[in-house]
């Protein structure tokens, strides 16, 4: 079957595509207080608002940077696009609720394409109760996704500068499998990875390409508990961790073996587990700060359970020194990620 | 001098530029009962609100597509793709407030081009007190901005689909210079515009590059005065008219002797004139409907005037006709603007 181009059937074909897709799933969970007053097809998106406190974020995928569509079904992109937006407004203890989508699109693009990808983007946003409410499209090549989320807290909303000396350092979840799956995925035959499974290998793929939904739910808890300070992991613990302790003005310590990692990589070396732990990213999994009794209680009603991993302390020179099972100094060379650094 | 590249510095270093940026020009005049508690540097911004009516748009500029860095300054790319953006929040009679920049940039560009690019940013979002509160840099050849921009209506907000049969059309300022402007730039030759004076030629290149501010004064007094329907300039007169009667189920009529061309346009032929009109997109002026009588009231109290253009008829066939001196109708091959169907 011959399959419909963007250039053949052209840009307002297409957003009415959208339009209809998105209308046809729209959710049925949206706050009342916060009524749709105009959608897609005007200007702007209008709703009304009660009394609040108010979130917005945004985040962006671009092709051969953040996605890669040989590696990954257009719907896993989508929904993972989706999923970073609402993790950093589970960060915050937020609920996720009006969404703009700007696409660059190339118009080469199968239209079938472009609507799977939409589909991945409301499979995810549609769990939250979110609606997307309008968008831009445009040409481009490479192609990207950009989100702008607008949410709002019912509670004091949790940031990143609060995080107090003498508390415990907790991450929801488990951590490593998606770097893991990447890795895999860009290499097949990485000896690194020669102990594991075929169901592992799978596991960890998919933990890269569709992980779990974001932590909304876990983060309303931790707001609500009044936790210190939160953040997501979306560069990676290691990168995340320490920007919560550059806003809070404090350092962490963290014990190694605490580290809560992927259930599939449990074969490798412990050194290579844990440099996975600290530098995967696009984990969405929630980092939060507590004294350990908060944590260990939180525990009982989190649908996904967290561990403590460290500690917030007062030291000068580094964020975070990561401590191996003899309390001594892991030397490792935890890399970040930035955009246009040459390494 | 030796331009310091984006490759050299590396992300954080220029968030870290940009951030000094937008701190030290944030404006003074956002309304205080939308405090803000968390901008920049959390994962969400984060801003008290009172009970209102929300707005939420969003725009992206593409290298290649909408803007050309040979031909135009970075701070006035920056300043049209947040007027673009500050244009749809007016036609809605809104008051921006706070906004979000996503940039896709080419590690080779000059750090200095993407901090005069933000200047051109700042600039236009200051002048209405708008503020932005967040972002996301990612790598991208071609490069692009995106902005979503949120905001809010004191009264009730015009949309699109108001239009009332025997209403007037009107249309604020004057139009037809940004596309003459772009067509100069393209190819400074065209035998079309060989008439105008290089006064004139500098002028409509101007009002390409850097047009008038985003009509939000107007907008209000729009709104206040309840008109039935508007819509901004940013694909052309007549398909942005033909959209508001779309959305209106209606028609237009419109009289080619009405337009208010642009003055430095005057010595064209009256086709041209015409044809420059009812296709100069990006020109951020305001479409809108309302009786006669209420559009010569509301031209005592606009800071930029608007002129009737036509009236708002019951028709099926074609949303929008334009009309000759003669009252016959003008034949005219008007080109919406499609990014992704080859002509």
Same sequence: chains 1, 2.
């Avoid at 995080?163 to 799956?181: D, Y």
């Avoid at 605490?258 to 844990?274: I, R, T």
């Avoid at 975070?320 to 955009?339: E, F, I, K, P």
Wanted: aromatic fraction near 6%; hydrophobic fraction near 40%; charged fraction near 20%.
């Amino acid at each position: 079957m011959k399959q419909t181009k963007l250039k053949d059937i052209g840009e307002f074909s297409l957003i009415n595509s959208l339009q209809k897709l998105i209308e046809s799933s729209a959710p049925n969970n949206i706050d009342p207080k916060f009524q749709l007053v105009a959608g897609i097809g005007d200007d702007t998106a209008v709703w009304e608002s009660p009394k609040s406190t108010q979130l917005l974020t945004t985040d962006t995928s671009v092709e051969g940077v953040h996605f890669n569509s040989i590696n990954s079904q257009w719907d896993d992109i989508g929904w993972k696009a989706m999923t970073a937006n609402l993790s950093d407004i589970a960060a915050m203890g937020g609920i996720p609720l009006y969404c703009v989508i700007s696409l660059g699109l190339n118009p080469d693009s199968f239209t079938s394409d472009i609507l799977s990808l939409y589909t991945g983007i409301l499979e995810a946003s549609n769990e939250y109760g979110c609606r997307v409410v309008g968008g831009d499209i445009s040409k481009s090549v490479p192609e990207f996704i950009n989100i702008a989320l607008f949410g709002y807290c019912s509670q004091k909303p949790v940031t990143r500068f609060g995080a107090q000396v003498g508390e415990s350092v907790a991450v929801t979840g488990t951590v490593g499998g998606a770097l893991a799956g990447l890795k895999l995925l860009t290499n097949n035959q990485d000896k690194a990875f020669s102990s594991l499974t075929k169901l592992e290998r799978q596991h960890v793929i998919t933990t890269h390409n569709r992980p779990h939904s974001a932590r909304i739910h876990e983060g309303l808890k931790l707001a609500s508990s009044g936790v210190s300070a939160a953040i997501d992991i979306s560069d990676g613990l290691y990168a995340d961790l320490s920007r919560l302790c550059d806003a809070s003005k404090v350092s962490a310590k963290i014990h190694q073996p605490l580290l809560p990692v992927n259930n599939s990589l449990k074969s490798l070396s412990s050194k290579e587990q844990a440099l996975l732990a600290l530098q995967s990213g696009e984990e969405y999994e929630l980092i939060y700060t507590a004294p350990s009794a908060l944590v260990q209680q939180l525990n009982n009603s989190l649908l996904t359970p967290s561990t403590i991993i460290g500690e917030i302390i007062q030291q000068e020179a580094q964020s975070v020194t990561v401590l191996d099972r003899n309390n001594d100094q892991l030397c490792l060379q935890v890399d970040g990620w930035d955009h246009f650094i040459k390494k």
